[in-house]
């Protein structure tokens, strides 16, 4: 998540709009907001409905304490940032899914744990392509007329 509010300016020039889901409850989400500073709406699926729809169940104790989850808590921990304890169903997966204007789906990644997330280029490429299609398709609009 943090990979993304640092890619803020990027997904506001592309015209994403962006909506974060938990499964925890209204108090625990507040507390996640002050505690975050995230400016995106904030969805409260406690039935995890879209979760279901998504294909995001649990995980595997391997993905959730493997190497990967480790390293990646280390290289925040080194940079002054610590995990919050969690409350809630830590084997939970998340994920990212962007859906288009038109409501097609493209890009799907369910996370196998805490570490395993798309990078901001690879969630950014699929809107950036068609965003560079409209430019083109307009552009050809203006130099042929």
Do not use: C
């Not at 640092?6 to 505690?35: I, K, S």
């Not at 995230?38 to 699926?45: A, E, G, R, S």
């Not at 997966?93 to 038109?102: S, Y």
């Amino acid at each position: 998540m943090l990979q993304l509010q640092q890619a803020r300016e990027e997904l506001d020039r592309l015209g994403v709009q962006t909506l974060v889901v938990t499964f925890e409850g209204r108090e625990a989400a507040r507390e996640y907001l002050e505690e975050t500073g995230m400016f995106w709406p904030l969805l409260v699926d406690t039935e995890r409905r879209l979760y279901r729809a998504y294909d995001m169940h649990a995980a595997r104790l391997r993905h959730l304490w493997g190497f990967a989850t480790m390293r990646t808590y280390g290289r925040e921990a080194l940079r002054g940032r610590f995990p919050r304890i969690p409350r809630a169903d830590t084997a939970q997966q998340g994920g990212n899914v962007l859906i288009d204007p038109a409501g097609v789906v493209r890009l799907h990644h369910v996370g196998r744990g805490p570490a395993d997330r798309p990078t901001v280029a690879s969630v950014l490429a699929p809107r950036g392509a068609r965003a560079a299609r409209a430019r083109g398709t307009a552009a050809g609009r203006k130099s042929s007329g």
